[in-house]
C-alpha cells in the first residue's frame, strides 16, 4: 500500500486545477497519446513539463481559450535513409494532446513555453491578485 503524503483537499484541489480531459474526442478519427506530465506549483507561478520525444518547435501547438490550456503536438516516424526497416512497433506519425482545466488565477498573457530536449515546459504566471502578500502591523 502506497501512502499519499499530500493531505485529500490539497491532492483533490491539484487534481481539479489541473485536471486532464479526454486524450481523444470521439469525432476525430486520429488517435491521440496523452504525454506524461508533471505539474509544480511555486509561489509566483505553475511549471507543467511534458515529454514530448522527437517533437520539433513546428510541429507544436500551444493553445490558452475559455480557462483551458491544450497542448498538441505530432511526430512523423521515418525510415532512415540507406537502411531498410527490421522491426517497428509504431507506425506512421504520433500525435500527442493534453488539455488543462485552469483556474482564473493564471496570467494568461504572460505564459511562456520552451522545447528542450524533447521537454515542453509551460510557465503559467499567477496574477498579481492572487500571490501572498506580507500585511505590516502599525
Not at 484541489?13 to 506524461?36: I, M, V
Not at 488543462?100 to 530536449?117: G, K, S, T
Request: hydrophobic share 35%; proline share 5%.
Amino acid at each position: 500500500m502506497t501512502a499519499n503524503l499530500m493531505p485529500m483537499n490539497l491532492a483533490t484541489l491539484l487534481d481539479t486545477f489541473f485536471a486532464p480531459t479526454a486524450a481523444c474526442s470521439g469525432s476525430d478519427p486520429e488517435l491521440w497519446t496523452a504525454p506524461r506530465t508533471e505539474v509544480y506549483e511555486g509561489d509566483k507561478d505553475y511549471i507543467i513539463r511534458m515529454d514530448l520525444p522527437g517533437v520539433n518547435r513546428q510541429d507544436l501547438e500551444i493553445e490558452i481559450e475559455n480557462d483551458s490550456l491544450t497542448v498538441k503536438a505530432r511526430r512523423e516516424l521515418k525510415d532512415e535513409e540507406g537502411y531498410r526497416t527490421v522491426r517497428r512497433e509504431q507506425t506512421g506519425a504520433i500525435s500527442y494532446r493534453r488539455s488543462f482545466d485552469l483556474v482564473r488565477q493564471i496570467d494568461p498573457e504572460h505564459v511562456r513555453a520552451e522545447l528542450e530536449n524533447g521537454v515542453l515546459s509551460i510557465t503559467l504566471p499567477k496574477h498579481a491578485q492572487a500571490l501572498a502578500r506580507r500585511i505590516e502591523v502599525k
